[in-house]
């Protein structure tokens, strides 16, 4: 290997490389959250993943081992006093905190004339409410990680269905989804002088325990549907996450990023 290859693999490992940066993934056990937990591993660093049942934790942290130093907290953040606790813990290791991917979420698809109260509750507590409370609570940690140079990072997780018309009657998921990515531009900008960041990534269909049954019965059309034709892969949310996660994304602040082969970023896939 030529001096030359050795300097454009450490100019690489300068613009994306997250050695030394400690993270924060809720909801990392399965699915996006899964997938952008080892990705930040295998860019370097350290990363704590939450989920409300032990048992998932303990077996996430067992898969993700192998990539790199983790550990898990148990935490059901649809609730308050659980985003503190998470907070409380996750400071008490480190201090600071360079990287919060807020990621925890819900759905829940019923018709028009029954969609009930309790499901709005439920999923604007999980999918709006807690990624507020995360950035309240873990505030101080977040300041004292970033600088001018290297700020930290809020990742808010959204999706296309806060930017398309859902076809799916999944009216408090498409709100609650809208919502963060609105939430995320204030807080953008209110941050953003404290040398923290705000983005959002809006995935498309990724295989996950969420849209499990919809892949289940409608996946191939899905997939025809994408300008890309086919669904996301583990990868293409990894390198989003770790694109905003490091010195290459330092700069982008306020954004929401959709991840989805163009299906609602297009005029149609054909």
Same mark, same amino acid.
């Given at each position: 290997?030529? =001096?030359?290859?050795?300097?454009?693999?450490?100019?690489?490992?300068?613009?994306?490389?997250?050695?030394?940066?400690?993270?924060?993934?809720?909801?990392?056990? &399965?699915?996006?959250?899964?997938?952008?937990?080892?990705?930040?591993?295998? =860019?370097?660093?350290?990363?704590?993943?939450?989920?409300?049942?032990?048992?998932?934790?303990?077996?996430?942290?067992?898969?993700?081992?192998?990539?790199?130093?983790?550990?898990?907290?148990?935490?059901?953040?649809? !609730?308050?006093?659980?985003?503190?606790?998470?907070?409380? @813990?996750?400071?008490?290791?480190?201090?600071?905190?360079?990287?919060?991917?807020?990621?925890?979420?819900?759905? +829940?698809? /019923?018709?028009? /004339?029954?969609?009930?109260?309790?499901? +709005?509750? &439920?999923?604007? @507590?999980?999918?709006?409410?807690?990624?507020? +409370?995360?950035?309240? /609570?873990?505030?101080?940690?977040?300041? !004292?990680?970033?600088?001018?140079?290297?700020?930290?990072?809020?990742?808010?997780?959204?999706?296309?269905?806060?930017?398309?018309?859902?076809?799916?009657?999944?009216?408090?998921?498409?709100?609650?989804?809208?919502?963060?990515?609105?939430?995320? &531009?204030?807080?953008?900008? /209110?941050?953003?002088?404290?040398?923290?960041?705000?983005?959002?990534?809006?995935?498309?269909?990724?295989?996950?325990?969420?849209?499990?049954?919809?892949?289940?019965?409608?996946?191939?059309?899905?997939?025809?549907?994408?300008?890309? &034709? !086919?669904?996301? !892969?583990?990868?293409?949310?990894?390198?989003?996450?770790?694109?905003?996660?490091?010195?290459?994304?330092?700069?982008?602040?306020?954004?929401?990023?959709?991840? @989805?082969?163009?299906?609602?970023?297009?005029?149609?896939?054909?």
């Amino acid at each position: 290997m030529t =001096a030359a290859h050795l300097d454009r693999l450490a100019h690489l490992d300068r613009l994306f490389g997250l050695h030394g940066k400690t993270a924060l993934v809720t909801g990392g056990t &399965r699915g996006i959250g899964m997938m952008i937990a080892r990705g930040l591993l295998q =860019a370097g660093a350290s990363v704590v993943i939450s989920s409300r049942k032990a048992d998932a934790v303990d077996a996430a942290v067992t898969a993700l081992a192998e990539f790199g130093p983790v550990r898990g907290v148990a935490a059901d953040l649809s !609730r308050r006093s659980e985003c503190a606790r998470l907070a409380a @813990d996750v400071l008490a290791h480190s201090g600071t905190l360079d990287i919060l991917v807020n990621n925890a979420g819900a759905t +829940w698809g /019923e018709p028009l /004339e029954t969609f009930p109260a309790e499901a +709005w509750d &439920r999923v604007l @507590d999980l999918n709006l409410k807690s990624p507020f +409370w995360m950035v309240q /609570e873990l505030l101080p940690g977040l300041r !004292r990680a970033g600088t001018a140079d290297d700020p930290a990072r809020v990742i808010n997780i959204g999706s296309i269905d806060g930017i398309h018309v859902s076809p799916m009657p999944t009216y408090a998921y498409s709100a609650s989804k809208a919502a963060v990515h609105q939430l995320t &531009r204030v807080l953008a900008k /209110e941050l953003g002088p404290q040398h923290i960041t705000v983005n959002a990534v809006a995935p498309g269909p990724f295989p996950s325990k969420m849209m499990a049954a919809t892949l289940d019965a409608f996946g191939e059309a899905i997939a025809a549907s994408a300008p890309l &034709r !086919r669904i996301g !892969r583990d990868d293409d949310m990894a390198g989003v996450a770790i694109y905003l996660a490091s010195r290459a994304g330092a700069y982008v602040n306020g954004a929401i990023i959709p991840v @989805d082969g163009g299906i609602a970023t297009t005029a149609g896939g054909g």
